[in-house]
């Protein structure tokens, strides 16, 4: 007998009763909090219950246990369903208050789930997709620490829950697609086959296979009835023990169990009253008052979860006391997400190696040779470019990431940018690895469901982005991104770096690594940059966001400002400007968050009270606040052109020439 099997013969209440007090939680929340989706959590009971109770690797009393197995709602609006589950399980966070408190501000029963592994929510889900590839991305974090760390140390499976729109949405197609190709045979998605979504039947929108697209892309692919719990966790033991991910379409009946709805489109999201309450119990026959649970069902789920999984998890911690000292120190510092400590040092020396060698060189070219260290410092780094390996320079001695060598540590993404900004979430919410990825800038867009959740989730995920403006040239405008690096800076709790030569290339990475609640964008340049600075580099000038890099000859006249590609041309405009006799500063603000969390003396100090000239080969959107009421702007105002980048700099009027030209304007004025 299996201990699952155990289980099942010791515990005297039926997994219908089990399933119910998912239901009957859920909707006692939905009730009071008029409203939520009760069709998820109630259509979803039976193999809720079979996961939590027979199958997943957890301790409640231990949420962040590195080896617990990593459970994904996508389908996050049913969020209810996985309040019960922590509930019933014991999670201490999710007390029966905080059921009541379902959608109240302040409370851990968030609309949708949101990130926070210490208590139990493993990932932000309600954009539907998102949350499979996440769990795309822990499924190769795991794969990974297997190989590093051994099966004693890491060895868990990553279950998601998809409702249909998960499975519509184009990041499904993406991450289904790789994980096949990567045989990530720990991951298995179950499938809320209600054949339902917000819109009614899914036969509106869709008439395809599910199951052979699944099956195409290499899944194993089993179907039950999503009611009953045998039958869900035979199939879960099924998924065990095929080498392929596994997809179990559960067919489900949406609102199971509340009559008025049940089977029907209002049963996705409609709300739910005292009556509806009433009619559920009488037709489960469920004679608990509101957020009440019997105790006999209580002692089940606790068997079932904690007490079942106690063994597992107390041999476990006894394997990693065991481990060497040296592998001890090397996990204890991956699951605990530091990085090692001699990184600063190295970056630091890299940073005083550029500004003592001065080259002439792309800042993408600068910052492969940063990833090129970090790739030798960090063990746990693994990174990506979508199709883009050459140009983004990110492999170099990296093997990959293959289904037969799971000690890779680069990720051969394919052309899926989407995919590899949720992966890389998924993997960093995960721990234990640092993803990084790479790609043009002008794609990022390709990732913004991703950046974005990234951002909210809190996690340290740095993408590059090479050829950030019209300097790309002649791949003309598809290419030449002019309004990203505006979009990207108005996403609350996402750094933006554009860094000028290699020395600012060098503090901009420094500065990304060293934030660790929030996501970095570093944006570089495809052409080569003269170099901008002449200190010895001993100190990280970008770490405020912003700083003079030329101070005014005489009482300042004009401030420029200036990002990337065009501090270079600031600082020539300086000349001139300081040869005809006006004192001119000229500002480099590679990170404008970072300046932004600056006291006011010293963004007045930086920005001075002279009139302010800004250029950036991009869009203004955003420049105002730097610039005050009579700022000028040389940049972009309409898309780019194929050309060669330095004809292209002279069509769009972003020369020196020009900048002197509107500082003399304004001077004037
Ligand atoms: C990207 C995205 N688009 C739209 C929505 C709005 N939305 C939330 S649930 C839902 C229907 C999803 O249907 P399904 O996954 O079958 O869930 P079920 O109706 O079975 O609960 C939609 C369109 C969303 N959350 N995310």
């Avoid at 009730?31 to 259509?43: I, R, S, T």
């Avoid at 990041?171 to 096949?180: Q, T």
């Avoid at 492969?368 to 390996?389: K, R």
């Avoid at 959740?453 to 019209?470: E, G, Q, R």
Wanted: proline share 5%.
């Amino acid at each position: 007998m299996t201990s699952n099997q155990d289980f099942q013969a010791s515990s005297s209440v039926s997994a219908a009763k089990m399933a119910d007090a998912i239901r009957f939680l859920s909707l006692d929340a939905i009730e009071k909090a008029e409203n939520g989706h009760p069709g998820a959590p109630l259509g979803c009971a039976e193999i809720a219950t079979a996961l939590y109770t027979r199958h997943l690797k957890c301790n409640p009393a231990d949420p962040l246990w590195p080896d617990r197995d990593r459970f994904v709602m996508s389908n996050g609006h049913g969020s209810m369903l996985v309040y019960s589950l922590l509930h019933l399980s014991g999670y201490p966070a999710f007390t029966i208050d905080e059921i009541k408190r379902f959608r109240e501000l302040g409370s851990h029963t968030h609309g949708h789930p949101e990130r926070h592994a210490a208590i139990g929510i493993e990932v932000t889900t309600g954009p539907l997709g998102q949350g499979i590839a996440n769990a795309v991305g822990m499924a190769v974090a795991e794969a990974w620490l297997n190989a590093t760390f051994g099966s004693d140390i890491v060895d868990h499976r990553t279950w998601a829950l998809v409702g249909d729109g998960c499975l519509q949405e184009g990041v499904a197609h993406e991450v289904i697609s790789l994980a096949g190709h990567l045989r990530l045979g720990k991951l298995c998605f179950l499938w809320d086959d209600n054949e339902m979504t917000d819109d009614g039947h899914t036969n509106f929108s869709i008439s395809e296979d599910v199951r052979a697209r699944f099956r195409a892309a290499n899944w194993q692919v089993i179907d039950v009835d999503g009611h009953d719990t045998d039958a869900v966790s035979a199939a879960l033991d099924l998924s065990k023990r095929d080498p392929r991910p596994t997809m179990i379409a559960c067919r489900t009946t949406i609102g199971k169990g509340l009559p008025r709805l049940e089977g029907l489109r209002g049963a996705h999201g409609g709300r739910v009253f005292a009556k509806d309450l009433d009619e559920a119990r009488a037709a489960a026959g469920w004679t608990s008052g509101p957020f009440e649970i019997p105790v006999d069902v209580a002692a089940s789920w606790k068997a079932g979860v904690a007490e079942r999984n106690k063994p597992t998890y107390d041999a476990w911690r006894a394997r990693v006391a065991a481990l060497s000292n040296e592998k001890r120190a090397l996990w204890d510092r991956v699951a605990a997400g530091d990085l090692p400590q001699d990184l600063d040092k190295t970056l630091a020396a890299f940073r005083k190696q550029m500004a003592t060698d001065k080259p002439t060189r792309s800042t993408n070219a600068a910052s492969a040779d940063v990833v090129a260290l970090l790739t030798d410092a960090i063990p746990e780094l693994i990174s990506g470019a979508p199709d883009l390996e050459g140009p983004t320079s990110m492999k170099r001695t990296l093997s990959a990431f293959t289904a037969q060598d799971r000690a890779g540590r680069y990720v051969h993404y394919g052309v899926r940018e989407h995919a590899m900004g949720a992966m890389m979430n998924g993997m960093a919410a995960h721990g234990g690895v640092l993803p990084l990825g790479a790609t043009y800038l002008v794609f990022s867009d390709y990732m913004r469901p991703a950046l974005r959740m990234a951002a909210l989730m809190d996690l340290p995920v740095i993408t590059v982005y090479s050829h950030d403006s019209i300097g790309v040239g002649k791949n003309g405008p598809t290419h030449q991104p002019v309004e990203y690096l505006a979009s990207l800076r108005a996403m609350p709790n996402m750094a933006v770096f554009r860094p000028a030569d290699g020395v600012e290339t060098a503090e901009c990475w420094e500065l990304a690594l060293a934030r660790r609640n929030g996501p970095s964008t570093i944006a570089c340049s495809f052409q080569a940059l003269p170099p901008v600075r002449h200190d010895v580099g001993t100190a990280n000038l970008s770490a405020r966001g912003a700083y003079v890099l030329a101070e005014a000859e005489g009482a300042r006249k004009v401030t420029l400002l200036a990002t990337g590609s065009e501090v270079s041309v600031a600082l020539a405009a300086r000349e001139t400007l300081q040869a005809k006799g006006v004192p001119t500063a000229v500002v480099s603000m590679p990170c404008w968050e970072l300046f932004e969390d600056q006291d006011e003396a010293y963004r007045a100090s930086v920005l001075g009270s002279a009139p302010r000239v800004a250029v950036e080969a991009a869009v203004r959107l955003g420049w105002d606040r730097w610039l005050g009421e009579r700022g000028g702007f040389i940049g972009m105002s309409s898309f780019g052109a194929s050309g060669p980048a330095n004809e292209l700099y002279e069509h769009f009027g972003i020369t020196s020439e020009r900048v002197v030209e509107v500082c003399q304007q304004l001077l004037a004025a």
